[in-house]
């Protein structure tokens, strides 16, 4: 599975931006996929997850009722909805697929795939 992640951008803190990952391959709808960043000095973190049919999402607690997560599998794509955008949601994020035994994951380990990143800036 090949991931391109688009969307990133520089904001000001109250913006909004989506994101996007397109997925391609073969079985890309078969793989439950998630989102995660990486802020400078920081450790890559959970952000968002979905299974594989869109029907189970989970959000990390510190952009749940902002960030929100989701997936168009006609068109081999998730989405990051981010609004409310703040200071400390910069960082590089990267859309994954997680690996197949899992219906959704929240830590890295549970990924098999990885895009390469876009950039989201926020400016207070």
């Known amino acids: 599975v090949q991931l391109q992640a688009s969307g990133g951008g520089a904001v000001q803190a109250g913006g909004s931006l989506r994101l996007s990952c397109a997925a391609s391959?073969?079985?890309?709808?078969?793989?439950?996929m998630g989102w995660f960043r990486q802020g400078p000095g920081k450790e890559r973190e959970f952000v968002a997850a979905?299974?594989?049919?869109?029907?189970?999402?989970s959000h990390a607690d510190s952009v749940r009722g902002r960030f929100t997560i989701s997936r168009d599998n006609a068109t081999n794509a998730v989405h990051l909805e981010m609004n409310d955008l703040k200071p400390e949601d910069t960082a590089v994020y990267y859309c994954?697929?997680?690996?197949?035994?899992?219906?959704?994951?929240?830590?890295?380990?549970?990924?098999?795939?990885w895009g390469q990143g876009t950039l989201v800036t926020v400016s207070s």
């Open positions: 391959g073969r079985t890309s709808n078969n793989y439950a």
């Open positions: 994954a697929a997680a690996k197949p035994a899992y219906t959704i994951a929240v830590i890295t380990e549970g990924y098999d795939y």
């Open positions: 979905i299974s594989r049919k869109g029907g189970i999402t």
